[in-house]
């Protein structure tokens, strides 16, 4: 995986201030709630300092704490994946307990549902590492981008990657039903209108959904790149938004964009 970020449009600081200052206040209650401060059912701080938030959980286990950082954990954690020397890491019973005062996990990974390629194994990481969020072809919606969300503008997490894969279901159902013309069942229509835009259309066959597949990452994570909280984020160099394909194949993640 390539470890280098990708530049982001360019928003000034002075709005990007004035974004972060406009937070409302009642955020404060849910960073409490993340991070393990509010006590469930008494309604009472447990005691856990304000610097809480933005510091890793646990001496013994630093988490990248920059963008570059979390994209080089990430990729050294597919190497191990793809060439079988998994290290399964952070599931002891002292990790297990050190995460109930609180989590800071260093990378958003926005994936697909496809049960082949679930991230905590595809990167490695273990209790803590990950904020996962999962919707087939990685359609956004609102209960989406609030969950993506949370990461960054609560936790200060560094990274967003936006996962797509080979052969995508969702992708391919999306392309062959923009070619035939033909509904899909219930809610799945609503998937695929949504990756319809990213249809490359100047291919054919299976070289159409591949390249589809790609293309949809990028738009799913330019439309990331285009909310003004984030963007914000971006901007102060605090976060990175970024694009990769897991490959079934070889077993490895790539940067796309």
């Known amino acids: 995986m390539n470890t280098d970020v990708a530049p982001h449009r360019a928003v000034s600081r002075t709005w990007a201030a004035s974004v972060a200052a406009a937070i409302p206040a009642r955020r404060s209650l849910i960073r409490a709630a993340l991070t393990g401060t509010v006590a469930i059912g008494a309604g009472l701080a447990v005691g856990a300092p304000a610097a809480a938030a933005t510091t890793p959980t646990g001496s013994t286990r ?46 958003v990974v926005l994936g697909c549902i496809d049960s082949r390629v679930p991230p905590e194994l595809v990167f490695d990481q273990g209790l803590g590492d990950l904020f996962i969020v999962r919707s087939a072809g990685e359609v956004l919606d609102e209960a989406v981008l609030g969950s993506i969300a949370y990461g960054p503008l609560e936790l200060g997490t560094p990274l967003i990657m936006v996962l797509g894969h080979q052969s995508c279901g969702a992708v391919t159902a999306a392309v062959k039903a923009d070619e035939t013309g033909e509904k899909l069942p219930a809610h799945i229509q609503y998937l695929a209108d949504q990756i319809a835009p990213a249809i490359d ?9 591949d390249a589809t597949i790609s293309a949809n990452v990028r738009m799913v994570r330019s439309r990331l790149a285009a909310e003004p909280d984030l963007a914000a984020r971006v901007a102060s160099g605090d976060l990175a938004i970024v694009g990769a394909r897991y490959e079934l194949n070889t077993q490895r993640v790539h940067r796309i964009c």
Do not use: C, M, S
């Open 62 to 107: 630093p988490h990248p704490t920059t963008a570059g950082e979390a994209l080089r954990e990430l990729a050294a954690g597919n190497l191990r994946w793809r060439t079988y020397r998994e290290r399964h890491p952070h599931e002891t019973p002292a990790v297990r307990k050190d995460l109930t005062a609180g989590q800071h996990p260093f990378a």
């Open 201 to 209: 259309h100047t291919k054919e066959g299976d070289a159409r959904i």
